[in-house]
């Protein structure tokens, strides 16, 4: 069965995207202490305590294999430096996990530096052609035009706006769905 290799390493022109390994921890605690970052997202700033119990969890899921409800979600370091700078992922949308979603978070002191698309781009190339999947589905809030952005330009379609979920997914109502299948990323 196919799962992560923890020994995978994505290089793009400037990025380095790898998952986690128990040494980031501290410098990814530190990244995520800024509320800015967590305006569009549906949690908050966690405690050390919390934080470890999430990034155990976070290196725990590459057990999970390919054909299993899987959610990955790895580190984004600047080549040149070995610099924590975010993070992204891809898995299985909360709300139906039929689809797989891709996700990312860029620190606020490298916004606007075209690295969220970058990891975005390879990300994708990653799941069409290891993964193995068919189609990928990007959401994000409607204020967030930055997100918006990279989602179409790393060449999503917009599909729908999200509505009539339940209570307990009532975050997702609003959003912005977007998709991109395999043979059109291909293109």
């Known amino acids: 069965m196919n799962r992560i290799d923890v020994t995978m390493r994505i290089e793009t022109e400037r990025l380095i995207i790898k998952p ?60 040149e430096s070995g610099k924590h700078i975010g993070w992204c992922g891809i898995g299985v949308l909360d709300y139906d996990v039929s689809y797989k979603e891709i996700y990312y978070l860029i620190g606020q002191k490298y916004w606007n530096s075209g690295y969220a698309k970058e990891a975005t781009k390879a990300l994708l190339d990653y799941g069409f052609n290891v993964i193995g999947l068919n189609e990928i589905v990007a959401l ?19 599909k729908y706006s999200v509505k009539g979920l339940p209570k307990e997914f009532d975050f997702y109502n609003g959003e912005l769905y977007y998709s991109l299948n395999k043979k059109q990323y291909v293109k």
């Open 20 to 79: 986690y390994g128990i040494e980031d921890l501290s410098e990814c605690f530190h990244l995520m202490q800024d509320k800015i970052l967590f305006r569009y997202l549906d949690m908050d700033v966690l405690s050390l305590v919390e934080y470890k119990r999430l990034f155990t969890w976070l290196i725990d899921s590459y057990e999970t294999t390919f054909d299993d409800d899987f959610r990955y979600s790895f580190n984004i370091t600047l080549k």
């Open 140 to 158: 994000c809030k409607k204020e967030n035009i930055a997100s918006q952005k990279v989602i179409k330009k790393v060449g999503f379609e917009f």
